[in-house]
T-cell receptor, first 113, second 110 residues
């Protein structure tokens, strides 16, 4: 079945470490997104990409980095510069940018220990 | 830039109706509605494109007032399964950048 796969589901990070969250989709979607969700909060856009080898910053990009080398993959790196990284991270994709349905992965929980 | 949702929380009895509103300060190209259960990914409900259309399926419908940059989600004869947090996502122009509101928590009690 087609869908979006995020891994790992749960991740613990020590302060000062970089971690990478994986996001893979087999929907042949052009656009991919990363959102961050804090307890009781909405979804905040970190980065998005509408085409391979191109991506744009969202509202809270500081302390994060992404790459889009393949259409199906959009990994997110949480760097040590992100001071408060503990959150629920959601990856999403859509067929193209023209108001199409966005599909979400199951999410990754990141905790700093 | 973030759309504003109201109310922040709603408590209903089964069978009652609810309306959730979403307002933006920008001209909108599309509005998306999602429902999320705790710890799970948001689930798509519907999308409305500019043109002032109204959509619905089963007992959940939505409207989009392009002139007022507002959308409303209507839940009629609520069921226990409707409980969760509802998010509206807005696309200000044909950019693909989807920004979500802070969410409305809906609790349906027996």
């Amino acid at each position: 079945d087609g869908g979006i796969t995020q891994s790992p589901k749960y991740l613990f990070r020590k302060e000062g470490q970089n971690v990478t969250l994986s996001c893979e989709q087999n929907l042949n979607h052009d656009a991919m997104y990363w959102y961050r969700q804090d307890p009781g909060q909405g979804l905040r856009l970190i980065y998005y990409s509408q085409i391979v080898n191109d991506f744009q910053k969202g509202d809270i990009a500081e302390g994060y980095s992404v790459s889009r080398e393949k259409k199906e993959s959009f990994p997110l790196t949480v760097t040590s510069a992100q001071k408060n990284p503990t959150a629920f991270y959601l990856c999403a994709s859509t067929r193209d940018r023209r108001g199409n349905t966005i599909y979400f992965g199951e999410g990754s929980w990141l905790t700093v220990v | 830039q973030q759309p504003v949702q109201s109310p922040q929380a709603v408590i209903l009895r089964e069978g009652e109706d609810a309306v959730i509103n979403c307002s933006s300060s920008k001209a909108l190209y599309s509005v998306h509605w999602y429902r999320q259960k705790h710890g799970e990914a948001p689930v798509f409900l519907m999308i409305l494109l500019k043109g002032g259309e109204q959509k619905g399926h089963d007992k959940i419908s939505a409207s989009f007032n392009e002139k007022k940059q507002q959308s409303s989600l209507y839940l009629t004869a609520s069921q226990l399964s409707y409980s969760g947090t509802y998010f509206c996502g807005t696309e200000a122009s044909n950019t693909g950048k989807l920004i979500f509101g802070q969410g409305t928590t809906l609790q349906v009690k027996p």
